[in-house]
């Protein structure tokens, strides 16, 4: 797998400044990136925004998500190959240079380890280090943050991930940022019944989770149904071309959208 990232493509996440190189460093006028364990960081790190309360409650929610995916990976992450992530990577029909946002801890999620294109290359991003090195082009970064020029990738993609987000809406406006004006934004959402019955017993690592003050649950700020996920749209100008709806069981479904600018 083609794992060269090219710093052609590169930008500075926040003022999307051209990066200048210098002494092994990425520079912009405000901001300095490094490359200390074989990926660069794109977490901009000295901006005053990542110190508020609400990036604090991220940070939390982001930790108990750590232990969710070191106590029980195969439920909380694409490993191996999980049914449900050959489905979502047969309706993406991945061509081209694709960039998944929240792309895991993983070598290599399901879709990616399993994908079949050889024309395809992927670059992943996530907060999380994770296991390194990856087997697909990395950078540490977050999504309301991306570190990309302007319509690059043939297509982006949340898998699972979009719900993750503080706030949705940036995510997917960084999204259509960067993928190219006929390329396409393919998510992966999770919709659970309110009512869907809860687990006679948790296991000890999960009852030891805090939920964050403010928060929904151990692990979302938000949890929102397609129905809320529709009305973000607009605000990212992107418009649905596809659905696909997976029924799991009676209270699961797994909601597969195509969206493009
Ligand atoms: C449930 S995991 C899914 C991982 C992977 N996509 C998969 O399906 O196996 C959610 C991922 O979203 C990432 N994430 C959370 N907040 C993020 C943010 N602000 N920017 C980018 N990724 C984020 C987490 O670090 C985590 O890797």
């Known amino acids: 797998m083609d794992k060269i990232l090219n710093t052609d493509w590169l930008t500075c996440p926040v003022t999307k400044e051209k990066l200048t190189s210098e002494n092994g460093k990425l520079l912009s006028s405000k901001f ?3 490359n200390t364990n074989g990926f660069w960081n794109f977490i901009p790190n000295k901006l005053e925004e990542l110190n508020s309360p609400l990036w604090k409650v991220w940070n939390q929610l982001q930790d108990n998500g750590v232990s969710s995916y070191k106590n029980s990976p195969t439920n909380n992450l694409g490993v191996g190959p999980r049914k449900d992530f050959l489905q979502f990577a047969e309706f993406c029909n991945f061509n081209g240079l694709v960039l998944d946002v929240g792309v895991g801890p993983q070598k290599a999620p399901s879709h990616i380890e399993y994908n079949q294109k050889a024309d395809v290359q992927f670059v992943g991003i996530d907060p999380l280090e994770g296991h390194q090195p990856r087997d697909f082009a990395f950078v540490q970064g977050l999504g309301e943050y991306l570190p990309f020029k302007n319509d690059l990738f043939n297509q982006v993609l949340f898998v699972t991930s979009l719900d993750h987000f503080i706030d949705p809406v940036i995510a997917l406006q960084e999204a259509a940022r960067v993928v190219m004006p006929d390329g396409d934004i393919c998510v992966w959402l999770g919709e ?21 003050e403010g928060a929904e649950d151990p692990f979302h700020y938000r ?12 605000k990212a100008n992107l418009t649905i071309t596809e659905e696909k709806i997976i029924e799991v069981d009676q209270w ?10």
């Open 223 to 234: 949890r929102f149904s397609v129905v809320d996920f529709k009305t973000f749209l607009p």
């Open 32 to 34: 300095e990136y490094t």
């Open 192 to 212: 659970k019944d309110k009512n869907a019955p809860k687990p006679a017993t948790s296991p000890d690592w999960y009852k030891a989770l805090q939920i964050p």
């Open 252 to 261: 699961r479904k797994n909601c597969f959208y195509r969206l493009k600018k």
